[in-house]
């Protein structure tokens, strides 16, 4: 396989230019996902990952139930503080409006409600883990 270095380096352009944190392209078998991450105060980091005809497979649970997705792009904690209690575990009958977790953006902690009654079914972040705008962090039934 041939790697086309100037259509990586055009995508690396286009994710500076529109300030994007992910683009993917895809042509016939070939795919190319191009991120960038940073953390704190240090410079974005660039990679592309291309891979030949992959399927991605996903677990069904994710797609049944409530799912409560962040409301920014920060940091999620499952807890107040590090040591304390959990907002909530598996297993867990949570009603609307309760705390399911915090998302920290610019050193400021945003609680994040549940948006209906259920129970925890998963939570997929881990303690400490980034996150996007509108990303899935709990599944309740």
């Known amino acids: ?3 086309d270095k100037k259509l990586i380096k055009e995508l690396v352009e286009h994710l500076k230019e529109f300030n994007l944190t ?3 392209y895809q042509e016939d ?3 190319i996902k191009v991120s960038r991450a940073s953390k704190g105060v240090e410079a974005p980091k660039t990679s592309a990952v291309i891979s030949q005809n992959k399927a991605v497979l996903k677990n ?3 797609n049944d139930g409530v799912r409560v997705k962040s409301p920014i792009i920060g940091t999620a904690y499952l807890a107040p503080e590090p040591g304390a209690k959990k907002f909530v575990k598996i297993g867990d009958k949570i009603k609307k409006g309760q705390t399911v977790m915090i998302v920290e953006a610019m050193k400021t902690m945003n609680h994040v409600p549940s948006t209906s009654d259920g129970e925890v079914v998963k939570i997929l972040v881990e303690d400490g883990q980034p996150v996007e705008f509108g990303q899935t962090l709990v599944i309740l039934k």
Do not use: F, Y
């Open 22 to 24: 992910e683009l993917e």
């Open 29 to 31: 078998k070939t795919k």
């Open 1 to 3: 396989m041939k790697i």
């Open 60 to 62: 069904s649970d994710e």
